[in-house]
């Protein structure tokens, strides 16, 4: 092989420290270079940018400036050859739990702001660049600053109010935060507020927070300063493996080279050409970095416009124009004003920061913000090469890249220049998406109108939009049309038809969504209509027509707002002891380690000696025969070791129906065939692009619920529970017949699926480091894969970077197919599945289709109930029949109903098989309950709430499965969150709101939760521990139980503390492991605290027995004195503790049981405001009620309600699965699938307790709710259908009006 030629050295510095790479590779991120040349532990989480969990920060001297720039990056999309004279920080770099910790890394920590801590380091170093451009940064900046990170344990409301400590208008007191203290939060809550003494709101004391000190950070180092101000001309080139990286010193030799080599593309923020790279597995051979140019990011402003370099940052060109729009009249700023509205929501500021202009432009992605905007704006691009420059306008030619109009290969944009608008112009931009920033847009669009002067008639029109087609379109036909008509009703009547046939293609457009697109394209218009009406009235409030109240609201965007709200639980016993940890607001033992980094998640673990990287092979076929593998060109690759097969198997391949490794047969696409095991990931990677399998398709194949229903294709036999007589209770009643639809749910743990098998050398012993809720079961799967005793495998659990259930039963598939690799190749293996493989293989939540038929009479009292429902099961059982139980079980919630029918089955399709998660079937089965009662209370005219309050349990009862309990806390629940959120009058308030605007609406809704707790299944209900108490005092806890974020860890010692009372700061938990505490439980069904602290209580008891002789001889001895006696007096110090809990059955024959050891009770109430027009929501505010009983740590717990909240939240509006027809997942990442961002988190949110997912779905039943009164006041009669999500696609297309009627009726006629 022959030698690449020599690269020139690539200077950067990270945390202070200069690297000199003398072989830089340009295809070589930021992320793996820090991950494996520097050992730090910045996490890798989605590759793609979407995320943030990779954050750090760079600074550079900016030439045009003279300053240096800090600014936020996606380390997992920087090529390191980019950062020729960067200083890279780390959270390693800017403190540590052994030396300092920074006051960001403290702060989040002690605010509770992390849980499984995967996140963490990209939220601190998000927090930490922003506070170094701005020492008291506003809640605005904060807010932007963190709206490119994801979080999904916390629900963020913890992570900002460790910000806000920092800004500008922190104050002291949370209650504040909300606008009102403790004494004005309205008179009901300050009574109550009094009078109840023992509630706390201080979850954390600021006052004890080390102050920001900005002369101990790190400074740019002198070294690169001299660097800058003496920039080095010449070119610097790095060669990779198969991508040579060129970095010119000046303008004239970039243009040389780009006459060179034509085809290579410019890398500037790489934010388009990698995920591009990375999807496609395309190769550039040469890339040129303009980076060290300064020409590219001048700016220029004259008298008629603003020039801005085309190599400035998204977030340079947001502050430029920022700058603009501060320093000349409106009328100029008009384009200015609509890009500074989209620069707002585009991406994350991370994005922002690495995404070029003149990159954003000329990837002409369909979806562009920007763009649109730009062609209306008439921006014109400036071209430059090696034979001069030349202008051309940024046109729908260009975008749709006619040749004509296009740039030429040998030449580059060097700038955009935007001209000032001028009176009578009116611009403005518009977008919607799935959520409200860092979510690419359905539609965007941008439009422009001259009007001529001093009059209604337009002039000159110009309408683009994004998302309609495959580039950038144009509406220039109706334009045209439109010229010289006033600006009027029928004008806009109109002008609604001429888009409707111009703009949208028929029958297609990028994502589907046909007709809301089309439904978008109008309203779009429409909204601009009424702001150009607003505008002219400012201008001449006598000639214009006046603009309706009602119609108003149309107008006003939702404002990004950070949530505000108050956190109440149950101090602590005045009595109780200071030392006694137990119910009081401790930090996660782990806090401090998340925050710097410093926490070892299962990839973390450096790599062994001889380690090999496994990657799968998966299935392309939804349903075919396996004809032929030819392993023959991936074996030959570099680096390839070997490839592991279903023969390789030494022991069980899996259960007949649920292989390991697919044998002759696939049955879904992303089912495992085989895997490579190479010496690196990189090598491993390629190899599997030349793996070639060949396929004969089978039938049948079922993707839908509604298909397999019709080829009868289910996977267990149906569940029933019945009681009274459901039939004759239907013979007196009114009825309604429903179906109702929620989709399916991406864990999205953050920390994907990972595993390490270490192979010993003897006796065929296996360490196995792994991320699971279940480590007995991975061992045990092992076992029977390799056919070794299960005593010779040990399962190690440090801690999980979030499971939320699905990390139960994947990660001994996992574990199992990387120990075979181990096995046969006789070294340790590391699989870590990437972001997009996890989503394609392994499942989530069941979607469900439900049918309900409801007989009640008029005064609402439900009689009778039949919900027959069949969940989305995949390919394999998995826990499919265990979730269709639960369903089942669960389905009643907190309603008494004499007459119940309730069916449940679980359908087999082509589909990855779907597993556990969060709730298991409770929040996709209770979604139908509460959607039937909205549906009683729509028929009866009565509120839904009424019809809660009125068919809920009241006394002392028995369900449907005969498991007597009271309802009592259940009603305390409801009554206190309608107390606390006085929902009356609100609900009163919502009304009146409702009747005063018409493209506006509120809604509220209330919802109870009976959640039961624990398995159906008595083994499932037992725990253990193991305490050691060592000669100098210390002791080590061990128990079942395995650390998701949950904080259980810290709980264990909270109990151990009681116990022992001894001081938290003596204990220890190491890990959890399958050698020290066997046969355990997975961590699931909200149980995990309460088993294993029975066992811990019980191990510390025991101990505590063994010393009191000794304590009691020496009562004044200190604990050292009393272990050293024990010691001496040959007393064990170590103690096993055993909980042999509840005794669960459940008999489906008969229909009863008593599967559940008890119950916990809830209430939330959420209130919402819809935009009619785009079908967006704004979340305005949630109250939760829970009952802990006795929380073990009301921050955890206050953290989990709200992370669960959360995660309910997205299940019901945003979060949604996409397959393509040959039932190919095509949301594989952040980009796709829209998990709850930042902004996403209701303005006000106040929480008291425990909760379940659920709860969440009182944002979709407050949104139902404000539909329900768009569409009473439309005299729209048909209900709406209740699909979950409800996402703006489904809330626009539920309140229709003129718009949509205009869409039906275009649809009927072309
Ligand atoms: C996570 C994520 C979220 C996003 N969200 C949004 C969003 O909400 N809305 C939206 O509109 N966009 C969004 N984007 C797209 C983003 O705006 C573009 O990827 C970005 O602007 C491209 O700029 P870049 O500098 O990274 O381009 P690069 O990837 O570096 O280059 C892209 C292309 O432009 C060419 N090029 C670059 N500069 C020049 C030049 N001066 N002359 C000639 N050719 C040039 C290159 O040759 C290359 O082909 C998102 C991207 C990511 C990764
Ligand atoms: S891992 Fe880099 S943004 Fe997600
Ligand atoms: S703490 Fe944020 S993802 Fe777990």
Not at 1151 to 1169: K, L, N, Q, T, W
Request: charged fraction near 25%; hydrophobic fraction near 35%; proline fraction near 5%.
């Amino acid at each position: 092989m022959s030698c690449p030629p020599k690269s020139d050295d690539l200077v950067f510095f990270v945390n202070g420290r200069k690297v000199i790479e003398r072989n830089a590779d340009p295809e070589v991120t930021l992320l793996n270079f820090l991950r494996k040349n520097w050992t730090l532990l910045i996490k890798y989480a989605c590759g793609r940018g979407g995320c943030g969990a990779c954050t750090v920060m760079v600074s550079k001297h900016d030439p045009v400036s003279a300053k240096i720039r800090h600014f936020s990056i996606t380390a997992c999309l920087v090529p390191i050859c980019s950062l020729y004279g960067a200083a890279v920080t780390t959270v390693e770099g800017i403190g540590s739990v052994n030396t300092r910790l920074h006051p960001v890394q403290e702060r989040i920590a002690r605010s509770h702001g992390t849980q499984c801590g995967f996140c963490t380091p990209g939220m601190v170093m998000s927090m930490y660049t922003l506070l170094r451009n701005h020492l008291q940064p506003s809640e605005e900046q904060l807010m932007e600053a963190l709206g490119g990170n994801l979080c999904r344990c916390t629900g963020y409301r913890p992570i900002l109010a460790s910000g806000r400590t920092f800004c500008v208008e922190s104050t002291g007191c949370q209650k504040k935060r909300t606008g009102k203290c403790c004494l004005d939060l309205g008179g009901n809550d300050s009574s109550s507020l009094n009078r109840e003494s023992d509630i706390c709101t201080d979850l954390f004391v600021e006052e004890e927070f080390q102050p920001l000190d900005p002369t101990q950070e790190l400074i740019f180092p002198p070294e690169l300063l001299r660097m800058a101000k003496n920039p080095e001309k010449q070119t610097l080139t790095f060669h990779g493996e198969r991508v040579t990286w060129i970095s010119p010193g000046t303008l004239k030799d970039l243009l040389k080279l780009k006459a060179k080599h034509p085809e290579a593309p410019l890398i500037l923020g790489n934010t388009s050409l990698g995920p591009a790279m990375k999807s496609q597995g395309r190769v550039h051979p040469i890339l040129l970095s303009p980076a060290r140019i300064s020409e590219l990011s001048m700016v220029f402003k004259t008298s008629d416009g603003l020039t801005i370099g085309a190599g400035c940052s998204l977030a340079q060109v947001k502050d430029i124009l920022a700058e603009q729009v501060s320093e000349l009249p409106e009328e100029k700023t008009q384009t200015y004003r609509a890009l500074l509205k989209h620069l707002k929501s585009l991406a994350g500021q991370q994005i922002r920061n690495m995404a070029s202009l003149g990159g954003h432009v000329i990837s002409r992605h369909c979806y562009s913000d920007l763009n649109p905007i730009l062609v209306v704006g008439n921006a014109t691009l400036n071209m430059i090469s090696e034979e001069g420059t030349r202008q051309i306008p940024l046109n729908d030619h260009f975008l749709a890249g006619l040749a004509s109009a296009d740039l030429k290969p040998e030449e580059i944009l060097e700038s955009v220049y935007i001209p000032h608008s001028q009176k009578w112009e009116f611009v403005s931009a518009f977008r919607q998406a799935q959520c409200q920033q860092n979510a690419l847009a359905d539609v965007s669009a941008g439009m422009r109108v001259i009007l001529e002067e001093a009059t209604d008639t337009i002039k000159e029109l110009s309408l683009s939009y994004g998302g309609v087609g495959e580039a950038t379109i144009g509406a220039h036909k109706s334009c045209q049309q439109l010229i010289g008509r006033p600006w009027n009703e029928q004008m806009l009547e109109e002008a609604c038809r001429l888009l409707l046939e111009e703009v949208s293609l028929p029958g297609w457009a990028p994502g589907g969504r046909v007709e809301f697109k089309r439904t978008l394209v109008v309203s779009f218009f429409f909204k601009f209509y009424l702001e150009v009406l607003q505008e002219l009235k400012k201008l001449d409030s006598h000639h214009y027509p006046e603009i309706s109240d009602r119609f108003l609201s149309a107008l006003e965007d939702f404002p990004v707002t950070g949530p505000r709200g108050v956190q109440r639980y149950q101090s602590v016993d005045s009595h109780q002891s200071l030392q006694d940890p137990v119910g009081r607001p401790i930090m996660h033992l782990s806090g401090l380690k998340h925050a710097t980094g410093e926490a070892i998640f299962c990839d973390d673990i450096p790599m062994v000696d001889r380690e090999l990287f496994m990657v799968l092979v998966t299935s392309t076929k939804a349903h075919a025969k396996i004809i032929s593998i030819d392993l023959s060109e991936a074996l030959e690759l570099p680096g390839v070791v070997d490839v592991i097969k279903a023969e390789d198997i030494p022991g069980t391949n899996g259960a007949e129906d649920d292989k390991l490794l697919a044998v002759d047969e696939v049955l879904c696409v992303g089912q495992i065939i085989c895997a490579v095991v190479a010496e690196t990931d990189v090598q491993a990677k390629r190899a599997i692009e030349k793996i070639k399998i060949t396929y004969k398709d089978l039938e049948p194949i079922i993707f839908t619920i509604n298909d397999a229903i019709k080829h009868n294709s289910f996977l267990c036999p149906e569940k029933k529970l019945e009681q009274g007589n459901i039939e004759e209770a239907f013979e007196k009643v009114d009825q309604i017949v429903e179906e109702v639809h929620v989709g399916g749910q991406e864990h999205f743990y953050m920390e994907t699926q990972r595993v390490i098998v270490i192979p010993k050398a003897e006796d065929k012993e296996l360490d196995i480091y792994v991320s699971t809720q279940d480590p007995a079961h991975v061992q045990k799967t092992v076992s029977s894969t390799l056919n070794i005793p299960i005593n010779r495998i040990t399962c190690h659990v440090k801690r999980v970077g979030g499971g939320f259930g699905g990390k139960v039963g994947r990660p001994a598939v996992f574990g199992a197919i990387a120990a075979v690799g181990a096995i046969k190749t006789g070294r340790p293996i590391r699989l870590v599945l990437d972001r997009e493989d996890d989503m394609l293989i392994t499942g989530g939540r069941h979607p469900l289709f439900g049918k309900y038929k409801v007989g009640f009479m008029n005064n609402g009292r439900i009689k009778a109930l039949d919900i027959e429902c069949f969940i989305n099961g995949g390919c394999t059982l998995d826990d499919s029949e265990q979730v269709t139980e639960f369903l089942i079980l669960k389905l009643e919630n907190a309603y008494k109903i004499r007459n119940l029918r309730f069916r449940g089955r679980a359908c087999m399709t082509n589909l990855p098989s779907n597993t556990a998660f969060r709730g298991f079937g409770f929040p996709q089965g209770t979604l139908i309950t509460e959607s039937c009662i909205t549906a009683v209370a729509a028929k009866c005219g009565l509120l839904p709430e009424e019809i809660r309050e009125k068919n809920m349990y009241k006394t002392v009862d028995k369900t449907i499965y005969k498991q007597a309990f009271s309802p009592e806390t259940l009603i305390r629940c409801w009554n206190e969150c309608l107390d606390k959120s006085s929902f009356h009058s609100r609900r009163m308030q919502v009304e009146e709101f409702n009747k005063k605007n018409y493209w506006k609406k509120k809604g509220i809704a209330i919802i109870p939760m009976k959640f039961s707790v624990g398995f159906a299944a008595t083994s499932y209900h037992q725990a253990a521990a193991l305490v050691h108490i060592y000669t100098d005092g210390s002791v080590l806890v061990t128990h079942g139980g395995n650390e998701l974020g949950q904080g259980i860890h810290t709980k264990m010692l909270q109990v151990a503390s009681r116990e022992l009372k001894l001081p938290m700061s003596y204990m220890h938990v190491c890990e959890t492991s399958t050698a020290t505490v066997p046969n355990t439980i997975a961590t699931a069904a909200s149980i995990g605290s309460d088993v294993n602290g029975k066992a811990v209580q019980n191990a510390c008891q025991i101990l505590l027995k063994r010393l009191e002789p000794i304590i009691k001889k020496n009562p004044g001895g200190t604990w050292e004195d009393w272990i050293e006696a024990a010691f001496e007096q040959r007393i064990s110090l170590s103690a096993t503790g055993y909980f042999r809990g509840y005794k669960a059955y459940m008999d489906w024959e008969k229909g009863e049981g008593d599967p559940f050891p008890y119950y916990v009770y809830g209430a939330a109430c959420s209130e919402v405001e819809i935009d009619c027009l785009t079908g967006a929501h704004k979340k305005i505010r949630t109250d939760i009620i829970m009952d802990a009983c006795c929380s073990l740590n009301p921050a955890i717990d206050i953290g989990q309600v709200e992370g669960s909240f959360i995660q309910g939240m997205g299940l019901y509006t945003t979060e949604e699965l996409k397959y393509s027809p040959e039932g190919v997942l095509y949301s594989r990442g952040p980009d796709e699938y829209k998990i709850p961002t930042i902004t996403d988190v209701p303005e006000e949110f106040n929480g008291l307790g425990e909760s379940g997912m659920f709860l969440g779905s009182s944002v979709f039943f407050a949104i139902t709710d404000a539909v329900a009164a768009a569409c009473k006041e439309r005299d729209i009669v048909e209900d709406f259908i209740v699909k979950s999500p409800a996402t703006p696609e489904q809330v626009r297309m539920a309140c229709a009006d003129r718009f949509t009627e205009m869409v039906r009726n275009y649809c009927l006629l072309s």
